[in-house]
């Protein structure tokens, strides 16, 4: 089934410790992005990539890097993770836009990350 | 646009009442509007979306109005029931199109 998945749903990890949260699509999206956000709260798009080898910074200012070497993978790294990086953290992934036209974001299930 | 703005920020009806969520934004060249409802816990997903060449569009108890003169879209839901309890989205195109820019939530709350 075409969907967008997210691993792990949580993570409990000791400051200073490097982590990568998982995301993929199966629905052959060129686009793809990552979200952060405290339960119910705002929406903060942090990263974000066209395609392959294509990734921009969000709105939000985040110690985390990206990569897209594969269409459908898009993980999310934190080399040091603190305790200021609590939060949920969402993929999402869309069509590539043409000129003027918007498409549909889809999301996943989102990664919890407590930081002791 | 580049910022969306959403009101209310919290919202409580009784059930069967109708609420309604409005959203403005500022970039006049924006043409899809959509909106995402986030359960308790779960993702946001999609339950309706209006691009920029219609006025109004309906899906049984909810629908989206737009008004591109005034640069403002809103969602309606009608008979609402306590399932319809979530944070409401709105969204719109950044200038260029690249990404959505989210407004900043409305936590609808229905009681029986």
């Known amino acids: 089934e075409a969907d967008i998945y997210q691993t792990p749903r949580y993570l409990v990890i000791g400051t200073g410790k490097k982590i990568t949260l998982e995301c993929s699509q199966t629905m052959g999206h060129d686009k793809m992005y990552w979200y952060q956000q405290d339960p119910g709260m705002e929406l903060h798009l942090i990263h974000y990539?066209?395609?392959?080898?294509?990734?921009e910074k969000g709105d939000l200012s985040s110690e985390s890097t990206v990569s897209r070497i594969r269409t459908e993978h898009f993980p999310l790294t934190l080399e040091s993770a603190r305790p200021s990086h609590t939060s949920q953290y969402l993929c999402a992934s869309s069509l590539r836009t043409s000129g003027a036209r918007g498409e549909t974001q889809y999301f996943g299930p989102g990664t919890r990350l407590l930081v002791l | 646009g580049e910022n969306v703005e959403q009101h209310p920020s919290t919202l409580s009806v009784q059930e069967g009442d109708s609420a309604v969520i409005k959203c403005t934004y500022s970039?006049?060249?924006?043409?899809?509007f959509p909106w995402y409802k986030q359960e308790l816990g779960k993702r946001p997903q999609l339950i309706i979306d209006?691009?920029?060449?219609?006025g109004e569009k309906k899906d049984q108890r909810i629908a989206v109005t737009l008004n591109k003169t005034a640069k403002h879209f809103s969602l309606h839901i009608t008979e609402t029931q306590p399932e319809d309890s979530a944070v409401y989205f709105c969204a719109a195109p950044n200038t260029g199109f690249q990404k959505l820019v989210f407004g900043t939530g409305t936590r609808l709350l229905v009681s029986p």
């Open positions: 990539s066209y395609g392959v080898n294509s990734t």
């Open positions: 209006i691009r920029s060449n219609v």
């Open positions: 970039d006049s060249a924006s043409n899809y």
